[in-house]
């Protein structure tokens, strides 16, 4: 391949990488993230990659108390999150950081670091709930506020795998313990219809936008909708065992829900690799795109039909055969066909290259 067509493929792909993020962050909240570039993302990369060798050294290493390493760790996730994430879609700007995240930012991590720093004294004073102080609790609020309007701001597949785990995880804790529930009231049984119901019309509105642009990261983002859904399954599921006197269909409902979370979490990862491997497409639709080229007039036979998947297009390289005495105007014309045909045939492919060679 010539520098020019090198130069012209890298510019296509480029572009349509910029089609796709632009459509990630129209319909996945995970995929708008702040945009940093030039030195900014160069501090910014060196101070994500610090954080990640803190987590290391403090679970391997580190001989503080957990409670100590627990909040600092917070406090360092508040920052990293609130440099990552943008309240909407709609303030994501390159190099842009509002004077408002930053307040929020500080106040998060201040309210996390200040735990950590006064931990000694703290667990020595405050024996009882009953001598927390206004100011304590007010720095615990604000911390958690902070922390779950980050949560707000980022899910996605990694929430996926997590909720399914620690779904999981509780219901096999309450039937070990023997664990049995308190019966609650209908307004329990109410809430969780009411939460399936809602969860799940998000799910079906978001996986009809993924299957329109075909998106595998969209696609997660539903069946975090749905694990919403299927917790709240679970929930009732649990509320209803515990009125009518069976309160373990609480955590076999909960081992169940984990098991299906976990299985819909490994296809969207296999496909998530596949896409990134530029695998090629099914056979079945190879075979389809052999018919197309063959039945397009000119087309003695093809000699070979490549094809990869790139994100949510397909790239098609194809050699086919006709009469070697033809001219080679002629000759360019089956293969302006036959890349019309391709083209027209699978709104998918995205770019088509079509080599003649004589029959």
């Known amino acids: 391949m010539s520098d020019t067509k090198k130069t012209a493929a890298a510019a296509e792909a480029a572009s349509l990488q910029e089609d796709m993020d632009a459509v990630m962050r129209k319909y996945d909240r995970e995929s708008a993230t702040r945009i940093w570039a030039g030195k900014p993302k160069i501090v910014i990369s060196v101070v994500m990659a610090l954080f990640s060798v803190y987590c290391i050294w403090s679970t391997l290493f580190s001989t503080a108390a957990l409670e100590i390493r627990l909040t600092a760790f917070l406090g360092l996730i508040v920052i990293m999150g609130y440099l990552t994430y ?12 509002p004077w408002y995240d930053i307040v929020i930012m500080v106040i998060g991590a201040a ?7 006064n931990y000694s004294v703290l667990i020595k004073t405050l024996t009882s709930a009953a001598k927390m102080t206004p100011f304590l ?3 615990g609020v604000a911390g958690i506020l902070v ?16 909720v399914g785990a620690a779904i999981g995880y509780a219901g096999v804790m309450k039937i070990v313990r023997g664990e049995t529930l308190a019966a609650p009231g209908v307004l329990a049984l109410i809430a969780a219809v009411v939460s399936i119901v ?19 990261s969209l696609k997660a983002e539903a069946w975090h909708h749905r694990s919403d859904a299927l917790s709240s ?13 069976v309160p373990i269909l609480d955590p076999i409902a909960s081992i169940v829900i984990c098991l299906f979370i976990f299985k819909v979490a490994y296809g969207i990862f296999h496909e998530s690799i596949d896409r990134l491997v530029d695998r090629a497409c099914d056979v079945d639709t190879v075979a389809a795109m052999r018919k197309t080229m063959l039945r397009t007039p000119g087309v003695v036979r093809v000699d070979d039909l490549k094809t990869r998947l790139f994100g949510s297009r397909t790239y098609v390289d194809a050699e086919i055969a006709v009469d070697g005495a033809l001219p080679l105007r002629d000759a360019h ?27």
């Open 86 to 97: 943008p309240a909407s879609k709609k303030h994501v700007h390159p190099n842009r950081l």
């Open 111 to 117: 309210a996390f670091f200040y735990y950590c720093f």
């Open 137 to 139: 609790i007010a720095v």
């Open 147 to 162: 922390l779950a309007e980050l949560c707000r701001r980022c899910v996605g597949l990694p929430i996926l795998v997590v």
């Open 198 to 216: 809602v969860k799940e019309g998000l799910y079906w509105y978001t996986i009809a936008a993924a299957k329109r642009i075909r998106s595998v």
């Open 233 to 245: 399954i679970g929930s009732f599921a649990g509320v209803l065992g515990a009125r009518l006197g």
């Open 333 to 359: 014309v089956i293969a302006e066909a036959v890349h019309h045909e391709l083209e027209r045939d699978y709104p998918d492919v995205k770019h088509c290259t079509v080599h003649v060679n004589p029959a």
